[in-house]
């Protein structure tokens, strides 16, 4: 398939999808019926996730006491939790929300393709991710327990099971990580490919939406990262099993190799995290306010900035290790001017809004709640940022704040918003919208309140990964703080209960949809929601960019990128939408 | 504002002042941010008849919010980098009132002291567990290593955080200013007594240290 369009032949074949049960669902080829098994998948790892932080917030705000069913949390146990914690939210439930989920669903529609470049290699990508996941969760059962070495696996370690007292969870961990590694390369490939040759015509790069955009990066970023992951966690392998010496001192290896193996791929994985967000939050920002998003292709340019500078930073993980103080000074300087490509984005979000006629549906809520909560996570990034500074906040809770600000109140925000938007696609469905800003109300509430006291906490000096504050004298003081902190994160995880109600019940009786619920200018609410096998009956062609809002052109205040304009103002074949 | 420990090292307040002039600036900068939005979302709600006006972007915009916050984070690093090289860069360290060797294992820091003849390596050095004596005002430099992982040296009040890396010597200092205890901690996950692995750095009057000292050997 060559990158001028295709012929507008209709797919007629593709309405034809007699496949068995076993196909359509299971084994099924189909971009957007892997999207929603990665959805799945992935919400069920997110509770996970969340169930192994209300036990190890459990350890820190109530030291020693029994937890309900469980029993007293034991040092070792509280290592593994906090390891799982990290490791089951950013490689099973962000990263596929954001890259698995929506990538997959979004990328072909949004573009007017009718696949992905390669929809075998994304089953195969999808059921590769459900092994590496059921690999991860194996190892919370294994003799030893699962792995103990934090979601960094600092070597020696984890290279070493004595150690740790981890062996094969340690091992399997290592595993899961190398088959989630094929998996995310796999849909790397296809994300990268589908964008590069299958545009439809008149959707060239600059008409893309910027969901695409941060996918598109995206899919770059992790091409070249995880491989270096894959590498790093198979020497460690090496180390754990074969004796080899790569992290270990002896022998001429070097603890500090893991390190930079590690940020050089985490550094950039963090990108990878927070870029598809901030594409999904334009595009939303963009409906909601209903006006073009402020600033597109300085957007653009920012997305791509944030993605070279990335490479360059990962030292600033190490400010503290031993490494050349030099390193320190030229790790600073990088990270310090990957600011300013964020800095520009917020204020393009909020330029966005200016001016705009903004509809508070649940998921413009969340979209701002992003910029509201990553702005704080990006601020409290510069305090780490300067060496000096990062001497004393460098391992506390300043930095554990940091990154729930931009995972939590960044990410899982856009994710959050992304569902309640993409989910009418999904299952021809809405939402309902009360519960949504029920749900958005109490986590935006509770969420503040459990992290927003860690930037004190890490200001007092307060260590990461200890298991009871309580044995230090500074730190007793701060202990009603973290019984505040622990039972915050308890009302937060409940209130994410009217969402999974709301998001089941909805599936099966949720109010219908309709054509373009959102009154949305993307070529995914042009066919029917869900759309079919092959998304488009006929190639659509693209005649404008993706954030006609609004538009002088238009009498609607929106105007979809496919929809030809007559020779007044009324597009042709507009007619969508309660509008 | 205490919500920064004591100060008790030479060099605190020079890290606490880069503390709060960041905290200054981002929290200026935050405030605006949010009252931006609450702002926007009052005097933007959507009403019937009204329309968003259809503005592209603004270059002169992009120009300013790139350049400002570009100024902005360039002050910092110079400012950050003035005190990172005085506390980091061994050639820069202050001359030793004392020299120790601090080696971290699972779990507990071993201390040896270099003994009446003042030089580290000589029989007559001994080792304590935990407990580092040191004089007041006194420049105390510390080669620092690890015999098994990667642990780090941390002491709040002092401010001073440094890796203990097996197989790396690296070199750290600090310098009390006030007599007194302060707690030490360990600040990188090294396995499941992590928590437990603390310290404390005692700080006693020059003569008193010098008796402590006289007492050991």
Not at chain 1, 19 to 35: C, L
Not at chain 1, 267 to 274: D, G, N, T
Not at chain 2, 9 to 37: K, P
């Amino acid at each position: 398939m060559g990158t001028a369009a295709p012929a507008a032949a209709p797919l007629a074949d593709a309405y034809h999808d007699e496949s068995s049960f076993i196909r359509k669902y299971i084994f099924s080829t189909d971009h957007k019926t892997i999207g929603i098994q990665f959805l799945f998948a992935s919400l069920a790892f997110l509770t996970l996730g969340g169930v192994l932080a209300i036990m190890l917030r459990w350890q820190l705000g109530f030291p020693g006491q029994e937890l309900p069913g469980i029993g007293v949390v034991a040092p070792k146990f509280y290592n593994s939790l906090v390891t799982m914690h990290g490791t089951f939210m950013i490689f099973f439930a962000v990263m596929p929300l954001l890259v698995g989920v929506f990538g997959n669903y979004l990328i072909p529609l949004k573009i007017g393709a009718p696949d992905m470049a390669f929809p075998r290699l994304n089953m195969l990508s999808f059921w590769i991710f459900m092994l590496s996941g059921v690999v991860m969760t194996a190892s919370l059962f294994v003799e030893g327990g699962a792995a103990g070495a934090g979601w960094t696996a600092y070597a020696p370690l984890s290279a070493v099971p004595q150690y740790t007292g981890v062996s094969l969870g340690q091992q399997l961990w290592i595993v899961s990580i190398v088959l989630f590694g094929a998996s995310s390369l796999l849909g790397s490939v296809n994300y990268i490919t589908t964008v590069i040759n299958m545009r439809a015509p008149g959707m060239t790069l600059f008409r893309m939406p910027l969901s695409i955009w941060a996918l598109f990066i995206t899919a770059i970023i992790a091409l070249l990262a995880i491989p270096v992951l894959a590498a790093a966690v198979i020497m460690l392998f090496f180390d754990q099993t074969l004796g080899t010496t790569f992290f270990l001192p002896a022998d001429g290896g070097q603890p500090l190799l893991w390190q930079h193996l590690f940020w050089f791929f985490g550094h950039p994985e963090v990108y990878i995290l927070i870029l598809p967000a901030m594409g999904i939050v334009s595009d939303v920002i963009a409906n909601g306010s209903r006006k073009p998003v402020f600033g597109y292709h300085s957007m653009v340019l920012a997305i791509i900035a944030i993605a070279f500078l990335g490479w360059i930073t990962w030292g600033h993980h190490m400010f503290q290790s031993g490494m050349n103080p030099l390193l320190g000074t030229s790790f600073m300087i990088s990270t310090m001017a990957i600011a300013v490509p964020s800095a520009i984005k917020v204020f393009n979000w909020l330029g966005t809004m200016w001016r705009g006629n903004l509809r508070f549906h649940t998921p413009m809520l969340w979209a701002i709640g992003f910029v509201s909560l990553f702005t704080v996570g990006g601020l409290s990034g510069i305090f780490m940022a300067a060496n000096t500074v990062d001497i004393f906040i460098h391992d506390t809770y300043f930095i554990v704040a940091h990154i729930h600000y931009v995972l939590f109140g960044g990410s899982l925000m856009a994710i959050f918003a992304a569902i309640y938007f993409w989910f009418p696609s999904m299952f021809g469905r809405m939402m309902n919208e009360t519960w949504g800003k029920i749900h958005f109300a109490l986590t935006f509430v509770f969420y503040n309140l459990t992290f927003f006291p860690m930037h004190i906490l890490g200001m007092a000096g307060h260590m990461r990964r200890i298991y009871d504050p309580t044995q230090y004298e500074f730190l007793q003081p701060y202990q009603p703080m973290n019984k505040f902190i622990t039972l915050s994160a308890i009302l937060l995880f409940a209130a994410q209960l009217p969402f999974i109600v709301n998001f089941f019940w909805s599936l099966f009786r949720g109010k219908k949809a309709g054509l373009n619920p959102w009154q949305d200018n993307g070529l995914e609410w042009t066919v029917p929601s869900p759309p079919p096998h092959g998304n488009f009956a006929t190639t659509p062609t693209v005649y404008r960019g993706p954030y006609e809002y609004s538009s002088p052109g238009a009498e609607a205040d929106y105007l979809p990128q496919n929809v030809p304009l007559s020779g007044g103002r009324e597009p042709v074949g507009a007619g969508t939408g309660e509008g | 504002m205490d919500w920064l420990p004591g100060a008790a090292s030479s060099y605190a307040a020079d890290l606490d002042r880069m503390f709060y002039v960041i905290l200054v600036i981002t929290g200026l900068i935050l405030v605006g941010v949010q009252v931006a939005l609450v702002y926007f979302i009052i005097k933007y709600r959507g009403r019937a008849g009204r329309r968003a006006s259809y503005i592209e972007g603004s270059t002169k915009a992009e120009v300013i919010w790139t350049v400002i916050p570009a100024v902005i984070v360039v002050g910092i690093a110079v400012a950050s980098q003035t005190v990172w090289s005085k506390l980091k860069d061994p050639d820069r360290f202050p001359s030793a009132g004392l020299e120790v060797n601090v080696e971290a294992r699972q779990f507990a820091w071993a201390i040896t002291y270099p003994g009446t003849d003042g030089e580290l390596g000589t029989e007559d050095d001994y080792v304590r567990y935990n407990e580092m004596y040191v004089p007041v005002n006194r420049p105390v430099v510390f080669n620092l290593t690890s015999v098994d992982v990667v642990h780090s040296f941390f002491v709040p009040a002092f401010r001073i955080k440094q890796d203990a890396v097996p197989g790396l010597n690296t070199r750290a200092w600090f310098e009390a200013t006030e007599v007194g205890e302060y707690e030490l901690a360990c600040a990188e996950l090294c396995g499941v007594a992590h928590g437990l692995m603390k310290g404390k750095i005692v700080v006693l009057p020059e003569d008193e240290y010098d008796s402590w000292a006289a007492e050991q050997s």
